[in-house]
């Protein structure tokens, strides 16, 4: 699952009021919350989180030591090339230790498949044109 098909904040149980931690896991020396996991693939899995440091929502995605394909660097790096391009998210933090590695970027919206599955139909003509603009 690509970063930019996380879900909306709104549709998790984490809350930002306090910005504090409970019994969460915790990630990267205390600044990042796993929260709810979106979804996986094969070069690793994506949770949505809290950034303690900022007191906001943000997308985790972690990636195995033991994959046989290790892209996450790889995609953290293009990500920061094209940061502020509006057509991926801005990476806020990358690390890698000996189980694997973590990148934290923007939280994105629901995922086209998410959308045609709560529409229950097709896109229309309209909406395909508008999003093949935007690719």
């Known amino acids: 699952m690509a970063l930019g098909m996380a879900m909306a904040p709104t ?9 504090s ?3 969460e896991l915790v990630a990267s020396s205390g600044r ?3 929260g709810k996991k979106l979804g996986a ?5 994506v949770f949505v989180g809290k950034d303690l440091e900022k007191c906001r929502y943000v997308a985790i995605k972690l990636e195995s030591s033991k994959s046989n394909h290790r892209f996450l660097e790889v995609e ?4 920061r ?6 057509y991926v998210p801005d990476v806020h933090w ?3 230790w000996q189980g694997g590695s973590m990148m934290v970027s923007d939280l994105q919206g629901p995922s086209l498949e998410a959308l045609l599955t709560l529409n229950r139909r097709p896109f229309g003509l309209k909406t395909v044109l508008t999003l093949a603009d935007q690719m």
């Open 94 to 96: 990358y690390e890698s």
């Open 41 to 45: 693939g094969a070069f690793g899995e």
């Open 76 to 79: 953290a790096q293009a990500c």
């Open 32 to 34: 990042f919350v796993l």
């Open 21 to 23: 931690t409970s019994s």
């Open 81 to 86: 090339r094209l940061a502020h391009s509006g």
């Open 11 to 19: 549709q998790t149980s984490m809350s930002l009021s306090s910005c």
